[in-house]
């Protein structure tokens, strides 16, 4: 490699180590030489090579498909063996920190167990239906281009590491195994998307997703697992699995904007929770009280647009695409 | 507890593909990795899978023979045949556990071109074959609830009365060393690039398996011939896929010429990988180079393709150059990329100690011979990974009783102990990086006596200071540091293994090219290199390539 | 400055302060509102009906942008969610021949989408169109000694690629840069980026007020006076499930929440009354003492 500037970078690493101190966490800086093209990784080996050799992380084909060196970095989680240190450092510093959501062996290593757990609960393997072939099932290969999206995902853990929904709730299955279920629902050759589904709309599966994006923000490789389990929310609702709150609130939100081109919010939650459901409407009831006493007196009888008709000729047109 | 019929070290391609076979006759199976089997370097193979399949009038022989040429007539050609016979029921039982390869407008199975080849029957999944066919490989093993010994290190082989009768590996996340007690052993622990710098195999490729045969006295054949990848990224060595030249893409030097037409006027960039790597090193050596590379150009190839087929490159190209392959061509060079040479297997991976078998990369059947084709190795993993776990359920079905010594372990954890104790000697990195220099100007893509001489003297004076090396963790859990220098013990000894198969065979053929004696000698060297350790001592020596069909020609593409 | 104003849904229902305070800054800041242009817009989707018909909801927010561009007026936002669907509409857009599928649908109401015009969020506009020196000069109550937490609300952050931070960079720290302006301090905390918990409040009402606590709480622990969001659906949360969330983690949080166009108000010398900042759930009253304001 042509030698071109050197730099002297801080690099603060969260360490942690069950030998020391009871396991407590500490920053520990280093100060490191590094050349203009380095990434991240390319330093923290230098720290482990020349440096301390007592930093532990995981790491292997530095080309960003083995899917080893995820961790985060300035608070994000991180593929390293691709992120260019000239791209991070801030004033010539990085802070760099194991991934979150996920207990800590040592160092910047943690215990990928609870995410395995979870890649297994979504039954990650073909279940063809019906006569095996002799030769190979015959399937488009538009549908196999589409299935490379998913397939490239490498399991680094960084969109687990930093999904908002893992940190308040543990049992989530979280935007991973989700989007390795959705690679399995959208082969043709799967035969139990049925069943996949059903599972998947328990506690602790698609929807509990919050759509905050952070998966789609952090994936290395443009899976867009927040996408995935859209369209996995799609298909449930276009396969009547649907009796959940979040299939309700989506059926419901889509009514509401048919009809009157814009949401009203009392509604919504009524038609969401049920009319008759007198016991979830009254657990809603405080809030709404507390909402009249500060002066917000939402309109009961809502706006519409304009032009409503017109927007329902579109979801007439649309809704079944 | 640590006790099973088949053991099986290294969990990529090869390993799992054992496993699940071992698995599926009904065997007390373990696989054991030093990393979590989807972190395998076999996820790191993009271009493709080869395989002839009959049903669409694709012949075995064809695919035979191109290999066979490929190896510079130096494959055992009875393995060879195995390994195309049985490629295209392999490949349909690849596609039936979910793999999502490529397909034709029929939606039947997709092909590209790939190097050596005559006709396409290179099946691929994108640019990124290897970590599909993996993870489905994976998946199958979850369902069928395989035991993974996941980060586990082995540091040695048990072998009693010349028999393999397990492992002492240390699991790496507490740092305690435990007897693994196994009626058979299956090594499945791919290559080891890591010996060269740069490479393009992952830090991780340390030739684990082969040192520890090695040491067990099986024998290493062949280990002269060192694959140079025609297109690895000149700096950090990440590979680019052959897959881009098969679909099209050109070789270009520094006046914007098509070399290959000069070196390989048929296959052009598809010619054999030593071939398109000793002409472009040519090309550089004779000043038609760009900053020590040539160019590989895609553009022609056009942006909805590029897309499609070959993603991973292009995600490679802009993340680790700033190059969009659509508009720029990308600065390649040689890199050292694969080992044809491994521990000596038959036929059916059984190696020279009985009770140890051997498949993939670590392998040597020998189906590569002086150089192997692209999207043949992954074919060679499947194939032989399946194989080996036959010979291994059979072999294990005869064994009965399995033996353990208490005082086996005590001797190596203390050994592993004084490894941890020792202090202010020198750093192990310090060592790896001579040792990587050394071998890649040694024994490169040419190489001569003087070289090769030089390497190994430098091999062995590194043998001598790595006692003498120390690290700076002396605690328990997690210690990669002492990983790290357990494998340069390892990668020395296969190093110096390299050149006593090198400075030995007194020819050049495949990828050993020597420019001091540059014609290839069949009548004194059609014959694979042994180099083992007999007594402690290493011994030289030779045996004959197994000839069927294909008398050897001379070599042109 | 003129903008097509699309004031959302929640706006015009359970959060009418943010309209009321939007109108009054804008008359000041020089951001002419052009209220008609969208009268026959819809609703964006708020990414629930996107998870439903993507095809859809990008139908209906390409017409949304169509109505403006027919008006020759780019869209101004005073929600993220809003900003946040209508960008990566935008986004999807960008492929000719989705624009054309798209616009095929939107001719048959005489409507275009060209796209000329990015939609933006008011606190973009004020930070990118009108500047530091601009709004410095219109200020005339410096917020000293008032420490705010940032919430930026999910939309407004993510993806950075739709939302164009690689062209803009100056929008990942918008919200910190405008507290600066007004004279306040910044009180950085994790959760200024995380969300809210609002998607799922009707269908996973406990993980979703974990989420309120956990960032009010560290907000106000950090020593915050106030949390400001450019996000009434992330205001909805934080303020009306706030009381709640604290029973839950059996703490008191109480930390006011407001609206972006209201902290720029009490900025420019408008009174909390006409900002209706009296209007939330959390009471304002200890913060606009702080502020030495007659709550």
Request: net charge negative; glycine share 8%; with cysteine.
């Amino acid at each position: 490699m042509v030698q071109t500037a050197k730099q002297t970078i801080q690099i603060e690493i969260k360490r942690q180590d069950p030998e020391i101190n009871n396991g407590e966490s500490y920053n520990q800086v280093y100060n490191v030489e590094t050349e203009d093209w380095f990434t991240v990784l390319d330093a923290l080996i230098k720290i482990r090579e020349e440096i301390d050799g007592t930093l532990s992380l995981r790491c292997a084909c530095r080309a960003s498909i083995c899917g080893s060196c995820a961790m985060r970095v300035n608070g994000q989680a991180k593929l390293v063996c691709k992120t260019k240190l000239s791209v991070v450092e801030k004033n010539n510093k990085i802070l760099v920190e194991p991934l979150g959501n996920m207990p800590v062996i040592s160092d910047l290593a943690t215990d990928f167990k609870p995410f395995w757990d979870k890649f297994n609960a979504v039954d990650p393997y073909m279940k063809p239906e019906g006569e095996v072939p002799d030769g190979e099932y015959l399937a488009p290969n538009d549908d196999m281009v589409h299935l490379v999206g998913v397939m490239n995902c490498i399991m680094c853990g960084a969109c687990v590491s930093d999904c908002t929904v893992l940190e308040v709730k543990d049992n989530f299955l979280g935007p991973a195994a989700l989007a390795k279920s959705y690679r399995f629902i959208a082969d043709p050759r799967d035969g139990s998307q049925i069943e996949r589904l059903q599972n998947l709309e328990k506690d602790g599966g698609i929807w509990d997703c919050t759509r905050c994006m952070q998966c789609v923000e952090v994936c290395p490789k443009d899976v867009d697992p927040m996408e995935r389990i859209m369209s996995l929310r799609s298909k449930s609702i276009e396969n009547k699995i649907d009796k959940n709150y979040g299939a309700r609130h989506a059926k419901a939100f889509t009514d509401l904007i048919k009809s009157n081109g814009i949401l009203n919010e009392i509604l919504l939650i009524l038609k969401t929770k049920g009319l008759f459901n007198i016991i979830e409407l009254a657990k809603l009831l405080p809030i709404a009280i507390g909402a009249q006493l500060a002066g917000k007196r939402p309109p009961f009888l809502s706006h519409s647009s304009k032009n409503k008709n017109q927007i329902k000729k579109i979801f007439k047109k649309l809704e079944n695409k | 507890m640590y006790e099973h019929d088949i053991l099986i070290v290294g969990a990529g391609l090869a390993g799992l593909r054992a496993a699940l076979e071992s698995i599926e006759a009904g065997k007390n199976t373990a696989v054991l990795s030093k990393v979590h089997p989807v972190r395998s370097h076999s996820c790191a193979a993009q271009g493709g899978i080869n395989a002839a399949l009959t049903d669409r009038g694709d012949d075995w022989k064809d695919h035979a023979f191109s290999t066979i040429k490929g190896s510079d007539y130096l494959a055992d050609q009875e393995a060879v045949e195995i390994m195309c016979k049985e490629a295209g029921e392999n490949l349909i039982e690849l596609e039936h556990m979910g793999v999502i390869f490529s397909r034709d407008e029929e939606g039947r199975l997709g092909t590209r071109r790939f190097g050596g080849q005559s006709v396409a029957r290179t099946f691929f999944v994108g640019a990124i074959t290897g970590s599909a066919m993996l993870h489905v490989l994976y998946e199958q093993t979850v369902k069928k609830q395989a035991q993974v010994y996941e980060e586990w290190f082995v540091t040695k082989l048990i072998i009693e009365d010349g028999e393999c009768r397990g492992v002492i590996a240390m699991d790496i996340h507490s740092g305690k060393l435990e007897i693994i007690k196994a009626k058979s052993v299956i090594l499945a622990t791919g290559g080891a690039g890591r010996i060269f710098e740069p490479s393009t195999n992952a830090l991780i490729c340390t030739g684990d398996g082969l040192a520890l045969a090695y040491d067990a006295g099986a024998s290493l054949m062949d280990m002269e011939m060192i694959q140079y990848h025609p297109t690895g990224l000149a700096g950090n060595g990440i590979l680019l896929s052959e897959g881009a030249r098969g679909e099209g893409a050109y070789l270009l030097n520094s006046n914007g010429e098509r070399f290959m037409e000069d070196y390989a006027p048929e296959y052009l960039e598809l010619a054999s990988r030593d071939v398109v790597s000793r002409s472009e090193q040519t090309e550089i050596n004779e000043g038609r180079g760009i900053d020590g590379c040539v160019l590989l150009d895609c553009r022609h190839l056009g942006k909805s393709l590029i897309e499609e087929k070959l993603g991973y490159l292009q995600e490679v190209a802009t993340e680790f150059r700033g190059i969009d392959l659509t508009e720029q061509p990308i600065p390649v060079k040689p890199t050292m990329h694969y080992i044809m040479g491994g521990i000596k297997t038959d036929f059916m991976g059984q190696t020279d100690v009985p009770g140890l078998f051997a498949a993939g990369e670590c392998a040597n059947v020998s189906v590569h011979g002086g150089n192997r084709l692209g999207a043949n190795s992954l074919l060679d993993t499947i194939v032989f990974g399946r194989r080996s776990a036959r010979a291994a359920i059979d072999y294990s079905s005869q064994i009965n009783s399995i033996s353990r010594s208490k005082e086996e372990l005590n001797n190596e954890t203390k050994r592993i102990q004084n490894i941890i104790n020792k202090t202010n000697g020198e750093r192990t990195s310090t060592l790896r990086n001579e040792m990587g220099e050394a071998m890649t100007l040694g024994l490169g893509v040419f190489r001569d006596t003087r070289s090769i001489e030089i390497a190994k003297q430098k091999i062995l004076n590194l043998i001598d200071r790595y006692k003498n090396t120390s690290i700076d963790n002396k605690g328990k859990i997690f210690n990669t540091d002492l990983i790290f220098n357990l494998e340069l013990k390892y990668m020395l000894d296969v190093a110096l293994t390299m050149c006593v198969g090198a400075e030995n065979r007194k020819e050049s053929r495949g990828a050993h090219y020597r420019t001091d004696i540059t014609e290839r000698d069949d009548k004194n060297w059609l014959k694979h290199t042994h180099v083992a350790k007999i007594d402690g001592e290493v011994q030289f020596y030779t045996s004959d390539v197994n000839i069927t069909k294909w008398k050897p020609e001379i070599r042109k593409y | 400055m003129k903008f097509a104003f699309f004031p959302g849904c929640v706006s015009r229902g359970a959060c009418p302060e943010l309209y009321t305070s939007t109108v009054k800054i804008s008359e000041i800041l020089g951001i002419e509102l052009d209220e008609k242009a969208l009268e026959a817009a819809s609703c964006t989707g708020a990414g629930v009906l996107q998870e439903k018909n993507q095809l859809l909801g990008d139908t209906l927010n390409a017409r949304n942008i169509a109505l403006a561009e027919k008006q020759n007026l780019p869209i101004l936002t005073i929600c993220s969610t809003c900003q946040g669907v209508m960008s990566q509409a935008e986004y999807r857009l960008e492929d000719e021949e989705y624009r054309a599928q798209i616009n095929e649908t939107l001719a048959e109401e005489g409507l275009e989408y060209t796209g000329k015009t990015p939609t933006r969020h008011i606190l973009w506009i004020i930070v990118e169109e009108i500047g530091e020196k601009k709004f410095k000069s219109l200020v005339k109550r410096q917020l000293d000694g008032l420490k705010l937490a940032p919430f930026y609300g999910c939309y407004l952050v993510r993806p950075s690629k739709a939302l164009k931070f690689y062209e803009k960079p100056e929008r990942e720290t918008c919200l910190e840069d405008l507290t600066e302006w007004v004279g306040a301090t910044v009180v950085d905390f994790p959760g200024k980026t995380a969300c809210c918990g609002f998607p799922i409040v009707t269908i996973n009402e406990k993980a979703s007020l974990k989420m309120v606590g956990n960032h009010t709480s560290t907000a106000k622990d950090l020593g915050a006076d106030a949390m400001v969001t450019p996000c009434p659906l992330c205001h909805l949360n934080l303020d009306q499930y706030q009381d709640r969330a604290a029973w839950m983690m059996e703490r008191e949080i109480d930390l006011p929440i407001i609206h972006v166009p209201q902290l720029v108000g009490l900025a420019l010398g408008l009174d909390p009354e006409e900002l209706k900042i009296n209007k939330h759930v959390i009471s304002t009253k200890k913060l606009l003492t702080e502020i030495s304001l007659k709550p």
